[in-house]
């Protein structure tokens, strides 16, 4: 009792400083710098009391910061995080100074250089679209641990299933038959047309390109591989001679034999129009193709004819693409582009691999695989990410006859296709059957694709939205006119400020200018309009300041 009134006088006392220094702000022109405070919105609170008072607080921390900043407009209502019934269990593991210790000197220091935002998020636990921090803060997670969280955060169907299989039976390897294995191959091979029949089980999506280089290698007796600039297929010796991307390449021969062609990139590229890509928002750039034809899938097709008859032998083992890049930022490409590319590598020999990583099981919202978005039909695809919700697996399927030219040798994987992975990953296309999250991926993306187009058309700063379902990139760019990348600084100040609300997004693109927004396939139409309100936020508060 004696607390709560020492407390309640104790809480007039700050509010009536908070107030004098709420007034200080705004006369001194400091608040611009506080309106950007994560603590109202994540909270639910937004009454003006509550902000001043987090103001304060802010404002002890980082008075720096406020001092620098201009008063222009009054404190934003921030957008207000929708309510979640589920509550998470109290966090009571390391400090947070402690955690960050042993990662520098523990982990792998290359986890210090991928740990995202200034002020780095401490995550303690999951449920569908949501995160929650060490001190108990909510987030909505659209990202989805990197495009893999296909189902939602420990959705409940798919952990009880795991529970079921660990107290079964987690590993015997192939040697004997158990029939989460066969089970799950079967599933899986019915969500493809034929003749993509036979499943490989990996553990990743990098050792799922390994191995399908070696089979495509084998298969053809070819040896050269091409992918496009700014694809992303993996980090192991192997399939970074097929990422093309210098951040994650090494000064050692891992790339023999593979060659990167011009990306069909419609917006960043040197062609592309309105009119080019298979999504709901097109590029700002114009053009004149008449309907059904696209001059720029003819400029990138003949870079690929270019490079037929440059730089590769006559024969050649495989063409790999994923159906709309990831970490290279969205990007899509012609509509017709991968039809022609394929039919141009079939006659120089080549097998045609869909890397569906990122775009599989139902992201893509049209399909349940990209490559059906582009009318093609690989001879190829591998998969991993959101195949198992988070369970780390990967899988390669391909056609009978591919099988037979790999099966001179003994194929072995000793996690591959274990009980565990496969009982999960099994659950996951139930889920996402049952739970219709391929069609909740076509209407909530479309819906978010169509709004951000709005905020596209409001900020210089926004380029280009593009994607498909929840395969979303919104790139940033100096000015629409140059359409240079926005700088790295001003990325993060905006990743920081919609993170500091309550949204944690991801970033991409070869100069790290795109934010990417793939959320578990769970999200609700309220969630895309909170994210909606705080990217807006964001990006005003970048103008503002800037
Ligand atoms: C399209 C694509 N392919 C392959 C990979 C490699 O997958 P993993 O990290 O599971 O090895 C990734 C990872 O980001 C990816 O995005």
């Not at 290359?110 to 909510?138: E, S």
Request: a positive charge; aromatic letters at 10%; hydrophobic letters at 40%.
């Amino acid at each position: 009792m004696l607390f709560g009134v020492e407390f309640k006088a104790f809480h007039a006392l700050i509010l009536g400083f908070a107030a004098k220094l709420f007034f200080i702000f705004k006369t001194s022109a400091m608040h611009k710098v506080c309106s950007r405070l994560h603590g109202p919105s994540l909270f639910g609170k937004t009454d003006q009391r509550i902000l001043v008072e987090a103001c304060v607080k802010f404002h002890r921390g980082c008075g720096v910061l406020c001092q620098k900043s201009a008063v222009k407009h009054p404190p934003p209502v921030l957008p207000q995080i929708p309510p979640c019934d589920f509550k998470p269990e109290p966090y009571q593991g390391m400090s947070k100074d402690r955690l960050l210790e042993i990662r520098k000197n523990n982990c792998n220091p290359m986890t210090m250089k991928v740990t995202y935002y200034k002020k780095p998020v401490f995550i303690n636990q999951g449920y569908m679209q949501w995160l929650w921090d060490v001190d108990g803060r909510r987030y909505l997670d659209l990202f989805a641990g990197v495009a893999t969280i296909s189902v939602g955060h420990c959705n409940p169907k798919v952990t009880e299933v795991a529970e079921k299989q660990l107290r079964r039976l987690w590993h015997t390897t192939a040697i004997y038959v158990y029939p989460q294995m066969q089970e799950y191959a079967e599933k899986l091979a019915s969500l493809l047309p034929d003749p993509l029949k036979v499943v490989y089980f990996t553990n990743s999506g990098s050792e799922a390109n390994d191995l399908a280089v070696l089979m495509a290698r084998l298969h053809t007796g070819n040896f050269d591989v091409i992918t496009l600039r700014g694809s992303y297929h993996g980090g192991s010796p192997q399939a970074t001679g097929l990422t093309s991307n210098a951040d994650y390449k090494y000064p050692v021969p891992s790339s023999m034999g593979c060659h990167n062609t011009m990306c069909p990139d419609v917006f960043r590229g040197l062609w592309g129009g309105s009119h080019c890509r298979d999504s709901p928002v097109q590029t700002i750039r114009e053009c004149s193709c008449s309907p059904g034809h696209c001059q720029a899938n003819d400029m990138y097709i003949s870079e690929l004819k270019e490079m037929f008859a440059t730089t590769v032998p006559n024969r050649i083992a495989a063409f790999f693409a994923e159906p709309i890049q990831g970490v290279g930022g969205a990007v899509q490409y012609p509509k017709n582009y991968l039809k022609d590319a394929y039919q141009l590598v079939r006659e120089k020999g080549g097998i045609c691999i869909a890397d569906e990583v990122q775009t599989g099981f139902g992201r893509t919202g049209s399909h349940f695989w990209g490559f059906q978005g582009h009318n093609v039909l690989p001879d190829m695809v591998t998969m991993a990410k959101g195949i198992a919700n988070g369970f780390p697996m990967g899988a390669v399927v391909t056609t009978a006859e591919i099988a037979r030219s790999f099966g001179k040798g003994v194929h072995f994987n000793t996690f591959g296709g274990n009980p565990l992975a496969c009982a999960v990953a099994s659950s996951v296309l139930d889920t996402i059957k049952e739970d219709k999250m391929q069609e909740n991926s076509a209407e909530v993306g479309t819906y978010l694709l169509t709004e951000l187009a709005k905020l596209r058309d409001k900020y210089e700063i926004i380029g280009d939205v593009r994607g498909k379902g929840l395969q979303i990139g919104v790139e940033m760019v100096k000015d629409k006119a140059s359409r240079d990348p926005l700088d790295p600084q001003a990325m993060a100040e905006i990743f920081e400020d919609a993170k500091d609300m309550g949204v944690l997004i991801g970033k991409g693109g070869l100069y790290g200018q795109t934010f990417r927004i793939k959320p578990p396939m769970c999200i609700t139409k309220d969630d895309a309009d909170f994210f909606l309100a705080v990217f807006n936020q964001a990006v005003q508060n970048y103008m503002e300041r800037r």
